[in-house]
């Protein structure tokens, strides 16, 4: 099975490809002849992403008490152009995965934005290298994203072997390999790298999520999936998760305050997940 399934990501031409406006949007912001004026232009184009982002930009989450920002030129300028990037990945990716069956996708993608967010803050407070910072965020909102690949490919097959490993206290990449010969780490990064134009560190930090803390560049999304899943904020397949190791933060060097502006940070993207992707 295991080979069938990695044949068919790598041959079946209907996997969804990465949004046009996620590529023209992150080219223009990688383009050093490019100004603001530029990918407010770009952004006009697009009333749902530029309205979702006006509304972001004007929550507590991100404006922080400030005055309102009242046309999207502000708005950019006040979230900054990374944050813009990586909010129009949260709106646009789950879009493209429909009608799945055997989980709450809706849950799925309130996970990965919970993830996503304190991955950030947990390779920030790392001190992890500039480039594992700018991915952080994009590797926890993709990280599960061999889920969706699953259940796009083998979508009746995937179901009944949710619905069946609910009850087995193994955690899904494991019930997953034992089944397929293949866990949702491995089948997500072989599609990223296949089909999605993305940094390569984000593929690797995605096939990376479930292995131990020594794997370097995938810590802060290993840590942030296991805050996100001790919070409640699972991914919607309701399978077995292994409970938070309560000294994970002391290992990684993290004090005890560090932890908890996680956590707080944790619920306030669930927040905003809740919010966002509701429409």
Same mark, same amino acid.
């Given at each position: 099975?295991r080979e069938? *399934?990695i ?13 046009? +406006?996620? @590529?023209? !949007?992150e =080219? $223009?912001?990688?383009?050093?002849d ?5 990918i ?6 697009e ?8 509304k ?8 922080g ?21 990586d909010?129009?990945?949260?709106l ?12 709450n996708? *809706?849950r ?6 919970v ?6 803050? +947990?390779? @920030?407070? !790392?001190? =992890? $290298?500039p ?14 994203i ?8 083998i ?6 072997f ?39 560190g ?5 096939k ?5 803390l ?7 999304v290993?840590?942030?999936?296991r ?7 699972k991914?919607?397949?309701?399978v ?19 932890t908890d502006y996680?956590?707080d ?5 669930l927040?905003?997940?809740q919010?966002?992707?509701?429409h």
């Open positions: 099975m069938k *399934l044949h068919l990501v790598e041959q079946k031409n209907d996997l969804p490809p990465l949004p046009e +406006i996620l @590529r023209r !949007l =080219d $223009k912001i990688d383009d050093p490019s100004c603001l004026d530029d407010t232009e770009l952004i006009q184009t009333p749902v992403l530029r309205g979702r982002l006006m972001l930009a004007n929550s507590v989450f991100f404006c008490g400030r005055e309102p920002a009242t046309d999207l030129g502000s708005a950019i300028g006040r979230l900054g152009l990374k944050m813009v990037l909010l129009a990945y949260t646009e990716l789950p879009n493209l995965f429909v009608d799945t069956k055997g989980f996708q *809706l799925f993608w309130h996970h990965s934005l993830v996503a967010v304190c991955a950030r803050s +947990i390779s @920030r407070l !790392l001190a =992890d $290298k480039a594992e910072q700018a991915n952080a965020y994009t590797a926890g909102l993709m990280h599960d061999g889920i969706m690949v699953f259940a796009y490919l979508p009746d097959l995937y179901a009944d949710l619905h069946k490993c609910q009850s087995v206290n193994q955690p899904l990449e494991i019930q997953e390999k034992n089944e397929f010969g293949i866990g949702h780490p491995e089948l997500g990064a072989i599609f990223i790298e296949k089909w999605w134009p993305i940094d390569p984000v593929v690797q930090t995605v990376n999520h479930h292995l131990p020594s794997e370097e560049g995938s810590t802060a290993i840590v942030a999936n805050i996100a899943n001790s919070q409640g904020i991914n919607g397949t309701n077995f998760v292994e409970p938070e190791d309560e000294a994970l933060g002391e290992q990684l060097g993290l004090s005890a305050e560090d996680v956590v940070e944790a619920q306030e993207a927040n905003i997940a919010d966002l992707l509701a």
